[in-house]
């Protein structure tokens, strides 16, 4: 009904930068917060970053000013700019979406299926 995929992820070096993107697909009338979240191995998952469907931005504090999300609405996508990558970024990064609002309903808590980033010291 809803999919979330994300691409973009990859291998860096320390410093460099990635640009992760996440279209949701499906019946879609609108879509609500959009996040971004990873899992470092042994680790919880954990919030990066969010965005509202107004614009409006958190943080972790671990990426502020490293780490740039912003979306397209038209495109229903949501991108995670992420500069002065540090070897404590790599992990699985996991898109989400609040709620989804379809032709049959409202969806809720959607997760895509993840993109390793990798930065290398």
């Known amino acids: 009904q809803v999919q979330l995929v994300e691409s973009g992820g990859g291998l860096v070096q320390a410093g460099g930068s990635l640009s992760l993107s996440c279209i949701a697909s499906?019946?879609?009338?609108?879509?609500?917060?959009m996040a971004w979240y990873r899992q470092a191995p042994g680790k919880q998952r954990e919030f990066v970053a969010d965005i509202n469907s107004g614009g409006d931005t958190n943080y972790a504090d671990s990426v502020k000013g490293r780490f740039t999300i912003s979306r397209d609405n038209a495109k229903n996508t949501v991108y995670l700019q992420m500069n002065s990558l540090k070897p404590d970024d790599t992990a699985v990064y996991y898109c989400n979406v609040e709620r989804i609002t379809t032709n049959r309903g409202p969806v809720f808590g959607s997760w895509g299926q993840g993109t390793q980033v990798t930065v290398s010291s």
């Open positions: 499906g019946r879609i009338f609108t879509v609500g917060a």
